[in-house]
Each structure stands twice: as structure tokens, then as C-alpha cells.
């Protein structure tokens, strides 16, 4: 079983950066894919931004393109999120996401149904 844990979420005001980690544990993991969604209250999980365990190709949502960055450490079995330039409208729980196999289909990266795995959350919020 694989397990995420996330860290790095705060409180930050507008126009400020975090960098959020996501650790995986368990038995051998050599995932597929691995993601950050984030969920705001009353609002749906929404895909940030995604990476290529082994290419380290990447994807991020129109929203956060040009602030977030999606990075990974293969030895450390990390993923990270630098957030720069943060908005009010960034403020939610920020989950960490793995999936074992290829996608099925084209930009299936998306969405959240696809991924295997999931951490507990980091919350972040930024003030006015």
C-alpha cells in the first residue's frame, strides 16, 4: 500500500509563494503519474497540475499557468508545488494524488477518478 502525506501549507498573504511537498511511502512505489488537486469550500476538486514519474513531462490548469510549478524528486519519492504570486481564489485543501498505470485516455491526467492514491491534505490560505 501506498501512502501520501503532504506539508507545506500555511496562511500567506496575496501576492506571496508556498511550496508544498507530498512524500510517498509504502512498498516499492514507481508510480505512473502524479498530481496536485486542490478543493475550496462548496466547490468541487479541481485539477492544479500534473508530472511524468519518469519523463517529468508536466501539465498545469489555465488558472494557475505562469505562478505554480510542479516538480519532482524520484530519489526522495517527492513531488513538489511552488506557488508564486498567490490569489485569494487560490485558498483550498491542496491534495496530492499518484496513479499506478498509464491513462486510458488522452489528458486523463485530469481528472481526479483516475488517480489510485490520495494524501490527507494541506490547507491553504491567502488573505486580502
Known amino acids: 500500500q501506498v501512502q501520501l502525506v503532504e506539508s507545506g501549507g500555511g496562511l500567506v498573504q496575496a501576492g506571496g509563494s508556498l511550496r508544498l511537498s507530498c512524500v510517498a511511502s509504502g512498498r516499492t512505489f514507481s508510480p505512473y503519474n502524479m498530481a496536485w488537486f486542490r478543493q475550496a469550500p462548496g466547490k468541487e476538486r479541481e485539477f492544479v497540475a500534473a508530472?511524468?514519474?519518469?519523463?517529468?513531462?508536466?501539465d498545469y490548469a489555465d488558472s494557475v499557468k505562469g505562478r505554480f510549478t510542479i516538480s519532482r524528486d524520484n530519489a526522495k519519492n517527492t513531488v513538489y508545488l511552488q506557488m508564486n504570486s498567490l490569489k485569494p481564489e487560490d485558498t483550498a485543501v491542496y491534495y496530492c494524488?499518484?496513479?499506478?498505470?498509464?491513462?486510458?485516455?488522452?489528458?486523463?491526467?485530469?481528472?481526479?477518478?483516475?488517480?489510485?492514491?490520495w494524501g490527507q491534505g494541506t490547507q491553504v490560505t491567502v488573505s486580502s
Open positions: 494524488a499518484a496513479r499506478a498505470r498509464a491513462f486510458p485516455y488522452y489528458r486523463e491526467y485530469v481528472n481526479q477518478y483516475a488517480y489510485d492514491y
Open positions: 508530472i511524468n514519474w519518469s519523463s517529468g513531462s508536466t
